[in-house]
């Protein structure tokens, strides 16, 4: 394998990785890679940008994910992203939902790899910042190494040096996307085989992944492990991640801390008059597996979610165990 220093990641997740969720993980773990959901490209050049791209420097380091397949687009829409300070972009070449294969983008790209290559080749001489791709490892039922062997290959030839690969196949039609992250079976020894034959790329796997033990046992195969669900369903997972992955020494916060050092955020959510569920409804899992878990859930969902008080908030945390 190559000496990469072994990454983490949370995934970029549809209506869960925003800057309220991104903010709430870096209370846990300041050096796990953070991705924000991915943003169509013609959104960032006309939406409403600081909702689709504001954050915190603490989120740092954070990849945007960019959705698009026009090539003019995306360089448009990561110059605009640069300027709000990301400095690394990945390339969505693995969701399929329908609304983006309407749009010829996400998983659909992996019928297309010379397009993702120019788009790819486009961001790279449009901004001097890394420029990845995450992706499945193919298409429908069609269980085709050398498929994906030939998509990696063309993309890797303009210069891409890290693929984030779903180690399953994205099934375009008759499935949702919740299913397309059960159904389609995970072929871990695709992404194996990929990291063998192409020695000098970062490869990051990506699916199913839940345990300290999983995760090491990956990194004996591959770059760089990323997490999804796990991390939003059980975020207290990753509290020792910066000693044990990066080898940072600091004292690991309890989950009680945790809570408690997001009154300020939420403080601060209050002072704008926003809705504190917007933050609290990521933190249901804080407590995942603990024997107050279930009261700490129903109190966020429903009685905080229902008075908006933050006070509620700051009763709650006291009442919880570290």
Known sequence: MTNYTPKIAIAPMLDWSDRHYRFFMRQITKHTTLYTEMVVADAAIHGERDKLLGFSECEQPLVLQLGGS???KLVNAAKISYDYGYREINLNCGCPSDKVQSGSFGACLMREPQLVADCVKALQDGLAIPITVKHRIGLDYDYNYDYLVDFVGQIAAVGCTHFV????????????????????PLRYDFVYRL?????????????????????????????????GREAYYNPYLFADFDGRYYAVESEIISRKQVALAMIPYLEQIAARGGRLHHATRHMIGLYHGQPRA?????????????????????????????
């Open 70 to 72: 026009d090539p003019i």
């Open 294 to 322: 279930k009261f700490w859930r129903q109190r966020l969902t429903s009685h905080i979610t229902q008075t908006k008080s933050l006070q509620d908030y700051i009763d709650l945390v006291e009442q919880m165990d570290d």
């Open 165 to 184: 690969v779903h180690a399953r196949n994205a099934v375009l039609k008759g499935l949702t996307p919740k299913a397309n992250r059960d159904v389609p």
């Open 195 to 227: 990291k063998q034959d192409f020695p000098d790329l970062e490869i990051m796997i990506n699916g199913g992944i839940k345990t300290r033990a999983e995760i090491d046992e990956q990194l004996t195969q591959v770059d760089g492990v990323m997490l």
